[in-house]
């Protein structure tokens, strides 16, 4: 299915892109491999990285030289290529390296397109489940067909989901009022990294609460859910301009119900 003729050739890169990093990634998952710690000690600081995400990026961005050599490139694990043009991609190889190296199959490789600071084109594949994620404004696709979220019109009504809650907050303040929102939904269901993101595109989770993002955890997700019919916002209710505090809802009407809860004081 064609979403957009203006957006065809950005996504014919996209499956290009994924073509080419699937094998890269697969070849290490469910292996003994070596296992390096970004962060600074081995508690809620552990930040994996494994060959797999190295040459995943690697690969990634070998690819867009070639098509793009004049756009900026981002990514996790390498340095920032800035070309001083209006688009830029952002690349996070294997989000959620700690369920990869556990053998759980809710990691994906992340690539968005940004012109002018604003995301166009998201991507999220999970090849070991064979399942490809690719959003615009036009709508979102999984493997070629479309996509929508799930109405839902309360909390009590949610499924809502976060990384981890006991790690990925920020302080204390944060932690509870998640689990203040999680104590009233119906299910709390955690640890799925962007495929939690994805399940709200596909219309079987209806919130996702989150902090501490980079640009390259959420930006290609961004699209996936306003494609579907989501919205995607910080706790306040604004645009996600980086990363940070992030919201992402089916349903515009259960996400002003969130936000109201996450400005209420503890």
């Known amino acids: 299915m064609i979403i957009s003729e203006g957006f065809n050739p950005y996504i014919d890169l996209m499956h290009e892109l994924a073509d080419a990093a699937a094998p890269v990634s697969l070849k290490y998952f469910k292996k003994n491999i070596d296992i390096n710690n970004k962060g600074p000690k081995l508690n809620s600081s552990f930040d994996p990285v494994t060959i797999a995400d190295l040459n995943t990026e690697k690969t ?98 949610a499924t809502i989901s976060t990384t981890d809650p006991l790690t990925l907050f920020t302080n204390q303040n944060e932690q509870d009022k998640f689990l203040r929102i999680a104590a009233d939904a119906k299910i709390m269901r955690n640890g799925y ?38 919205i995607v916002t910080n ?19 259960v996400h002003k119900q969130v936000i109201k809860s996450l400005n209420k004081a503890i």
């Open 60 to 157: 990634i961005r070998e690819i867009i030289r070639k098509h793009y050599p004049d756009h900026n490139i981002m990514g996790e694990e390498q340095p920032d290529e800035q070309k001083n043009s209006n688009y830029t991609w952002i690349i996070d190889p294997i989000d959620g390296t700690r369920a990869y190296i556990t053998g759980i199959p809710t990691w994906g490789t992340l690539v968005a397109l940004q012109y002018k600071g604003k995301t166009i084109v998201g991507m999220l594949d999970q090849p070991y489940l064979k399942e490809r994620y690719i959003g615009t404004s036009k709508g979102t696709l999984l493997n070629g067909n479309k996509i929508k979220t799930r109405a839902c019109k309360t909390i009590r009504e």
């Open 235 to 253: 706790w306040q209710g604004a645009p996600v301009i980086t990363g940070g505090q992030v919201v992402a809802s089916g349903d515009t009407i």
């Open 193 to 230: 990294d962007c495929y939690a993101y994805a399940m709200v595109a596909a219309g079987f989770i209806d919130v996702v609460i989150e902090s501490g993002l980079e640009a390259y955890d959420i930006q290609a997700l961004i699209p996936i859910i306003e494609g579907a019919g989501g």
